[in-house]
């Protein structure tokens, strides 16, 4: 038994996280695992907060969006020089990209991560 868990501004953004009893893990583990390499598995106890249960990618996905968050921060806070150069030093890829394109793409990573973000 599940149910869909709406967490607002918590780890789990994801609308196809369940949720499952603490029970279930013990008494149905194969199909609570599998839920887990889909979609991730907020897991109620009783005796304590919650727990969430995920696949190892989708915990990579999120530290590299952490990262790239944090990245993107540290460059839009910088002062020195223009958006698009602060970023081509840190994202060295935009260094194909002419200046004029640099820039585009630079206030387009902006605000892809701004709308990403804000919608989790």
Same mark, same amino acid.
């Given at each position: #038994?599940?149910?869909?868990?709406?967490?607002?501004?918590?780890? &789990?953004? $994801?609308?196809?996280?369940?949720?499952? %009893?603490?029970? !279930?893990?013990?008494?149905?583990?194969?199909?609570?695992?599998?839920? @887990?390499? $889909?979609?991730?598995?907020? &897991?109620?106890?009783? !005796?304590?907060?919650?727990l969430?249960?995920?696949s190892?990618r989708?915990?990579? @996905?999120?530290?590299?969006?952490?990262?790239?968050?944090?990245?993107? &921060?540290?460059?839009?806070? $910088?002062?020195?020089?223009?958006?698009?150069?602060? #970023?081509?030093?840190?994202f060295?890829? #935009?260094?194909?990209?002419?200046?004029?394109d640099?820039?585009?793409?630079?206030?387009?990573?902006?605000? =892809?991560? %701004?709308?990403?973000? =804000?919608?989790?």
């Open positions: #038994m599940h149910s869909d868990h709406d967490a607002g501004l918590t780890l &789990i953004n $994801d609308p196809r996280t369940t949720t499952r %009893r603490s029970s !279930d893990l013990s008494k149905h583990s194969a199909d609570v695992f599998a839920e @887990a390499e $889909d979609h991730t598995v907020q &897991i109620t106890r009783r !005796d304590g907060e919650p969430v249960l995920t190892q989708e915990a990579d @996905a999120r530290a590299a969006l952490l990262q790239f968050a944090a990245d993107l &921060i540290t460059v839009t806070l $910088d002062d020195e020089g223009t958006l698009a150069s602060r #970023m081509a030093d840190r060295q890829w #935009m260094l194909a990209l002419s200046p004029r640099q820039a585009q793409c630079a206030q387009n990573l902006v605000n =892809a991560a %701004r709308a990403s973000f =804000a919608t989790g």
